[in-house]
């Protein structure tokens, strides 16, 4: 067997126990879910345990939780029995990940957090393990084999843990209502956390960067405002302000193909109506899918009045790195 068949055997039987997985999600889910809705409604957090490569997927799942907004540590299991317990209170919701369930160094750690009052969360494949007869809610990742040739080291075991994680914060995260805005706000940085903190109105051009002409406009006058706002359209406007259309260099090089003559034939004969358009309070977020899904390079801005008062370039995003 090569190299590429060894690797695609391994993900094969991952992708085995994932459907295994996938069929095994019910009642006991949805329990979880509440659990974890009942926790953050009193204001707790979510203390995340696990040894070895638990502790590892464990880390992962703590971080995504926090960042869709659900309040996350993770504890280790060795500095918790020496101190570490103090970041425990009432209120907080212990998920403890242990494959076999029987991991010694989590069931020293489980009578301090029953005495606390702490609800419980099991990830294990020992159902009818210790871990699994103290915990209020048991998310079942048994797997049949793990992809390791030699059936040893923990990876579909880990996989089949980390996706439960996943959709367990997912899930966590619609059942709150949890939005694009406040996922931007746990993000600023980066070019993900200024696209979902900015309006459209922040980043669109308007003033002398705007080239606006009417629909009886010439051609050769609707180049020259455009020259004049270095933008590749000109946004073209109705007698009551609102817009008529938009006449794009696209448009001009299409036309100019049929005719050369066309210098002072009025924009309207040439513009493209019903352009796309996006709303100026906006997340600036929308302008990236608007223009991948439209392959536009121009979007005009309106406001709620359907008036012109901008618009964004494909190229003011680079320069404001919001792509």
């Known amino acids: 067997m090569s190299h590429p068949e060894k690797a695609r055997r391994v993900i094969r039987l991952e992708i085995e126990e994932l459907e295994r ?39 992962k799942i703590a971080a995504t939780l926090n960042s869709t ?30 494959q076999s369930g029987e991991t010694a160094e989590l069931l020293d750690l489980l009578p301090h ?11 294990t494949g020992g159902t009818a393990s210790t871990l699994a007869s103290h915990a209020d809610c048991v998310l079942d990742t048994q797997v049949s084999q793990e992809a390791c040739p030699l059936n040893l080291a923990p990876t579909s075991s880990t996989t089949v843990m980390l996706v439960l994680g996943d959709a367990l914060a997912m899930v966590l995260l619609e059942a709150r209502g949890f939005q694009a805005e406040d996922f931007a706000r746990l993000h600023p940085g980066g070019s993900l956390g200024r696209a979902l903190l900015t309006r ?7 003033g002398t960067q705007l080239a606006l002409v009417t629909p009886e406009s010439s051609v050769s006058s609707a180049l020259r405002a455009m020259t004049a706002a270095r933008s590749g359209a000109a946004i073209v406007t109705a007698p009551d302000g ?82």
């Open 69 to 98: 907004g659900a309040p996350a540590v993770c504890l280790d299991v060795g500095d918790a029995l020496h101190g570490d317990l103090g970041v425990v209170h009432a209120g907080d919701l212990a998920l403890m990940l242990s």
């Open 21 to 59: 997985l996938h069929g095994r999600i019910g009642d006991a889910f949805s329990q979880a879910v509440e659990l974890l809705l009942a926790c953050q409604a009193r204001a707790g957090k979510i203390v995340v345990c696990g040894v070895g490569k638990s502790g590892n997927i464990g880390r």
């Open 200 to 206: 459209v109105s922040d980043v669109m051009r308007t």
């Open 113 to 123: 957090v029953k005495r606390l009052g702490l609800p419980i969360i099991a990830f």
């Open 242 to 323: 609102t817009l008529a259309g938009v006449f794009t260099h696209g448009d001009f090089v299409r036309a100019f193909q049929r005719s050369q003559d066309i210098a002072a034939s009025p924009v309207a004969d040439f513009m493209t109506q019903n352009p796309v358009t996006i709303q100026a309070d906006r997340l600036a977020a929308e302008v990236l899918a608007t223009l991948e899904k439209t392959r536009i390079d121009d979007l005009v801005v309106l406001d709620d009045q359907h008036r012109p008062v901008g618009m964004i370039d494909t190229q003011d995003l680079t320069r404001l790195r919001l792509v």
